[in-house]
């Protein structure tokens, strides 16, 4: 059988990573509070709003490109108008008149 080898690098996705990169600075301008909650409640409390600020970070997916529809010409509608032979007149009746 054969085993392959793995190089032990994970892929990160981006929200990992932007939360790699923001709870550094979290803590560096929170060091105030440092003092007043201690160290393992402060980190506690900073991972939670990294993952707070990076929830509402969407992935980027590509576009698909727009195809536009080609528009068809139409031919003009040809008005055909009905030749219809004239009307018979009514004949007028023959009444008296008083």
């Known amino acids: 059988m054969i085993k392959k080898k793995t190089t032990g690098k994970k892929e990160?996705?981006?929200k990992e990573t932007i939360?790699?990169?923001i709870t550094p600075l979290l803590t560096t301008a929170l060091a105030t509070l440092k003092d007043r909650l201690g160290e393992k409640k402060l980190e506690k409390r900073i991972k939670k709003a990294a993952r707070l600020l990076v929830s509402g970070i969407k992935p980027v997916t590509a576009k698909k490109p727009v195809v536009k529809k080609k528009?068809?010409?139409k031919a003009a509608k040809k008005t055909i108008?009905?030749?219809s032979s004239p009307k018979p007149q009514k004949a007028a009746k023959a009444g008296s008149k008083k």
Do not use: Q, Y
């Open 81 to 83: 108008i009905p030749v």
């Open 12 to 14: 990160t996705s981006l």
């Open 71 to 73: 528009t068809v010409k």
């Open 19 to 21: 939360i790699k990169e």
